[in-house]
């Protein structure tokens, strides 16, 4: 049975369609003093398929919820599926006395599950953290399907980092060059980008990266290209933090194509076949 946290509803239901499983009723209460209280009524199910991105700090609190409220239902297997995992860029202690975020987040969900199934996190070593067996799907192939004809394509990574990323989405999209920047980061909101190498004059651009969440990264990339590029901004986890849309709305950029592991006006294509392949 599937299990759907608030912020994974269409992503959850996809997902049942392509089990062929039940869709669970879950309910949502939200107490004076702040505290949120997600349950199952008549949750009765050998194997429950918790589904919970956990973008926010309420969505932790959700999936830990879940995870419990099945498991007191008599559930004898729990798989959780976190199709975009937070806190994952947070991978090391950067300074003295910060803590690894992903570990930690990543060791209290672990408490509550059998296995975990995560999308494209930030990178595959966050898997590690869990203390089951976690699988990593990779869903970025889908993003070639929003796509439009190109022409002359060149898929480019912002930095090293998203290379592969957009080798896969070249690859599914089945013609083009790839290429990327150099981008060394000094804030949150403040990237610098050597410029990419191919000659994009005239042709079609494909931006590629993992999380857009500032979109600091993908305004910088844009101010690189030639005027007379046509710019297709895509990206596996749309997270839009803050004013990222009109950050990129005033470099210029009118699409963006990403997933449903964040649910938004932008999630233009599901990751659900990806991860039911992952849990068949
Ligand atoms: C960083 O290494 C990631 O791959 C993304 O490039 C980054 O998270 C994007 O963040 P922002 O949109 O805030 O620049």
Redesign the pocket.
Known sequence: MIVSASGSQSLASALATALDEPLAETTYERFPDGELQVAVPGFDAERAIVVCSTATSDAHIEALQLQDAVREAGTSEIVTVIPYMGYA?QDRAFESGQPVSARAVARALSTGTDHVVTVNP?EESVGDFFDVPCATVDAAGQLANPLPDLDDPVFIA??A??IELAETVRDAYGTGETDHFE?T?HS??D?ELEPHTADVTGRDVVLV??????????AGAVSHLSDDARVFVTCVHP?F?GM?RTRLARAGVATVYGTDTIECAESAVSVAPAVAAALD
Do not use: F, L
């Open positions: 860029r930030h912002p930095d980092g998203a981008k980061r949150s909101t990237v990266d993992d999380i857009v969440a500032t979109g600091s990264t993908m997270v933090a990222a």
